[in-house]
């Protein structure tokens, strides 16, 4: 399997990836991949993040006591069962202001090679955690690092349209790709027999609003799975920040409302293989109705969100 490389930029507290700043370690992570990378079946996948600190002028301007949280020192994390390498890398070379600047700057020969010492310093360190039983050939890979960084890439207009292609061809191959095999999903962490019953990579998507846990509330109720995991669906309302105002009544809490019933028992499924009966039947009871009142609406994707919605309900029945 091909070596899959995920690099993004984050200045401050917020991310900057290669298209909104200065900051091009996105677009080299797309040119060390033009072609098929492998150097062994121990590391698949890295995926690096680059922090650029905050300069104590830009606190002081903001009236700040104190930088917010944030990345203090580098960060790696090697998860083998995964083949998955994680990096957190604190960048000495370039600040936020960089990172923030909305101009042409990381096409610059000399400011992308700042970013790709960034890059190269981050690999090493992060490799730095292998052991040697791991079948990784981290010296050939840190060769490889050395000589993509020693390359004359040209004008800024040549490094825009190699960084341009290289993108493109990124996209391609994962449209490409086996949907089920896009999910980041430790399955190890679900229940072994929930992927036969939410047989669909849909179901399992961070991203899909109509998916269980791909909008924002459902995405929080799965990753805060052991405070939510005893939980009644009113007992969610309260967690997520509802109080006396919640009125369903009001289309915003509805639509929380139905999100949590969505949520919570499609969590035990996949965490446990099944689903308490009683939260079954009233999440279907409350989908069920969600479905009455949107089909006399009009909408863009209401009969895609009616389908959807309606394949949840016959999820559930099963466990009724």
């Known amino acids: 399997m091909s070596l899959e490389l995920c690099f993004t930029g984050e200045a401050g507290a917020g991310e900057v990836g290669s298209w909104y700043g200065a900051s091009s370690v996105g677009s080299i992570g797309d040119l060390l991949c033009v072609e098929p990378l492998d150097f062994g079946p121990a590391i698949t996948e890295i995926e690096l993040s680059v ?14 006591t104190a930088p917010p949280a944030g990345p203090l020192k580098n960060f790696r994390r090697f998860y083998r069962k995964r083949a998955k390498l994680e990096i957190r890398w604190v960048s000495h070379r370039r600040t936020c202001k960089d990172a923030y600047s909305f101009d042409k700057e990381s096409e610059a020969p000399e400011v992308f090679a700042l970013d790709f010492d960034d890059v ?22 840190l060769d490889f690092l ?25 996209v391609k191959r994962w449209e490409a ?70 009125d369903l009544k009001s289309d915003l809490c509805w639509k929380d409302w139905v999100e949590i019933n969505l949520a919570l028992p499609f969590a035990h499924i996949k965490k446990t ?18 479905l009455e009142k949107v089909a006399t609406q009009s909408w863009e994707h209401v009969e895609e969100y009616t389908k959807r919605l309606s394949r949840y309900c016959d999820k559930l029945d099963r466990f009724i």
């Open 120 to 141: 190269v310093d981050a690999l090493t360190y992060g490799t730095g955690t292998l052991k040697p039983s791991d079948d990784f050939d981290r010296s050939s890979f």
């Open 146 to 170: 050395q000589r993509q960084r020693a390359l004359d890439r040209g004008t800024p207009d040549d490094i825009r349209r190699a960084v341009d292609m290289a993108h493109e061809l990124q």
């Open 51 to 64: 922090h650029y600190p905050l300069r104590t002028s830009f606190i002081q301007s903001k009236g700040w």
């Open 273 to 290: 293989g099944t689903c308490p009966p009683d939260l079954a039947a009233k999440a279907r009871t409350v989908l069920r109705h969600d």
């Open 177 to 246: 790709r086996d949907p089920w095999d896009k999910l980041d999903i430790d399955w190890d962490e679900m229940h072994p027999n929930a992927r036969d019953i939410l047989d669909d990579p849909q179901d399992w998507s961070f991203s899909d609003d109509f998916s269980p846990h791909g909008n924002d509330t459902g995405a929080d109720i799965f990753a805060d799975w052991t405070v939510y995991q005893n939980l009644t669906p009113e007992e969610a309302a309260c967690e997520i920040g509802w109080g006396p105002e919640f």
